[in-house]
C-alpha cells in the first residue's frame, strides 16, 4: 500500500524538538517529504540524519520563525520548488510565563513575536502558493490556553487565543481557495517547554508539578498522531479543531 502522505511536502515549524520533532517523526514515516525549521542547527541536523537513514526525503530551513525577513526568504524559496508545500505545521513556540505584576516586559514580546507572529509569516510564506494550486493544508498548534487562562500565563494565554482565533478565521476564508485549516490545541505535553519560562519561582512549580518527571500527561507522539489524523483525512474532511488534554488535566 502507498504511505499515506507519499508525495507530499510539509514544512515543520519547531522541529528541533518536542511535538514537532515526534511529527517529523511521524510524518516521514508515512512517507512525507520534509521541510524541517527551528532556531537551533545541530538538533535540525541529527534529526534529519536520522530521518534519511530510514530513508526520508529531508531538507532543512534554519529559522527564527520572528525574523519576518528572514521567513519571506524561507518562503520564496519554498515556492521555488515544485509543488510548493502541501501541509504547514505551524508548531514554533515559547512560553516564558510569569505573573502580569511582574513585569517581564521583553517575554511578554518574545511570546507575541514568536507566538502570533511568527504564525502569521509562516502562514504567509505558504498559502498564496496554496491557494494558486487550490490545495494546502495549514496545521496551526495553538493550546488548550487557547480557550482558557491559566494564572501566570496570560500573555501566553493571549497569544494562544490569537492563534485560535487567526485559525478560525483563515479556515472561512481559505474554503474558497480549497486550503483546508486546522487548529490542534494540546494540553500539558512533556517538552522542553517549560524551560522557556524565565521567571524562577514559576518554572520551578510547573516543573515540579504537572511537568514533574514522570507525571502522566501526554508523550509528543500523542499529538504527533492528532496532527497525522488531521492530515491524512479525505480531500473533502476539514477538521477544524483538535483539542486533546492528558486525562489529568483539568
Ligand atoms: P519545545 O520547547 O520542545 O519546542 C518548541 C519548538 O519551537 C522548538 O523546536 C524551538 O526550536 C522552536 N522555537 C522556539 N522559538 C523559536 C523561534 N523564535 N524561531 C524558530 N523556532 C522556535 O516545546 P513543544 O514541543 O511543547 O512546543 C511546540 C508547540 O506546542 C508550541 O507552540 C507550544 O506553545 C505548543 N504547546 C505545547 C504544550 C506543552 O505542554 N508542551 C501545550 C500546548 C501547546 P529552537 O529553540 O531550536 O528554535
Known sequence: MTPLLQGKRVWI?????GIGAATARTLAAAGASLVLSARRVERLEALAAELQAQGADIQLEPVDVSDRNAMAAVGERLAALPGGVDILINNAGTMPISPIISGRVD???RMIDVNIKGVLYAIHAVYPGMA???SGHIVNISS??????FQSAGVYAGTKHAVRAISDTLRKEAIRFGVRVTDVQPGSVATELPDSIGHEKIRKAVKDNMYAEGSPIL???DIAAAIFYAVTQP???DVSE???RP???E
Open 107 to 109: 517575554e511578554w514580546e
Open 144 to 149: 488548550v490556553a487557547s480557550r482558557v487562562t
Open 132 to 134: 494558486e494550486r487550490k
Open 247 to 249: 486525562l489529568i488535566q
Open 242 to 244: 483538535l483539542l486533546i
Open 13 to 17: 515549524t519547531g522541529a528541533s524538538s
Open 219 to 221: 508523550q509528543p507522539e
Open 235 to 237: 480531500a473533502h474532511v
